[in-house]
């Protein structure tokens, strides 16, 4: 997929994690878990500008994912528990659920195409062949799915008071 389908498909896959987020932390924490979860959606793609490294390769695993989310859940753990240790634990786990999400959502998006992944590096690439991955009406349907979970989850966070 191209930016705009990995835009969405991380905001499918955040809506239920930032719905969460809003119930129990507030709209401004879900909306900061959205900003983290879209800004890392395209990191799997930096295998293109990597030398040696082969692009849906390392990047578009679930290692890679697990990675990226115990770093930025670290670095939620190191600002929260600047408060209590109870903020730093909350914190950090929200943050590893929100940047694997992303990351996951990106190989999710991948495997629609042609091309496919291997999500657990076993020699065997999974795809639904459902689309390729430059077509523009694919990647703005899910950029426009993704806005209608957010949007949802945004609503039914705020019917339960907040």
């Not at 389908?5 to 924490?29: Q, W």
């Not at 695993?61 to 859940?73: E, R």
Request: glycine share 16%.
């Amino acid at each position: 997929m191209h930016r705009t389908g990995h835009y969405g498909a991380s905001l499918v896959a955040y809506a239920p994690v930032g719905f969460v987020a809003a119930v129990l932390g507030g709209l401004e924490l879900a909306a900061v878990g959205g900003v983290v979860a879209v800004g890392l959606s395209m990191l799997p793609d930096i295998d293109m500008r990597l030398p040696g490294v082969e692009h849906r390769g390392i990047t578009h695993t679930v290692h890679f994912a697990v990675a990226v989310g115990g770093l930025v859940g670290l670095a939620g753990f190191i600002l929260g528990i600047q408060g209590t240790l109870a903020h730093g634990l909350v914190l950090g786990g929200f943050a590893f659920a929100a940047s694997t999400t992303s990351i996951g959502a990106h190989i999710a998006a991948d495997a629609l195409t042609p091309m496919g992944v291997d999500p657990f590096l076993t020699g065997e690439r999974v795809s639904y062949e459902v689309t390729r991955a430059a077509n523009p009406i694919a990647n703005y349907a899910l950029l426009a799915l993704g806005v209608m979970a957010i949007f949802l989850a945004v609503g039914a966070a705020s019917r339960l008071g907040l």
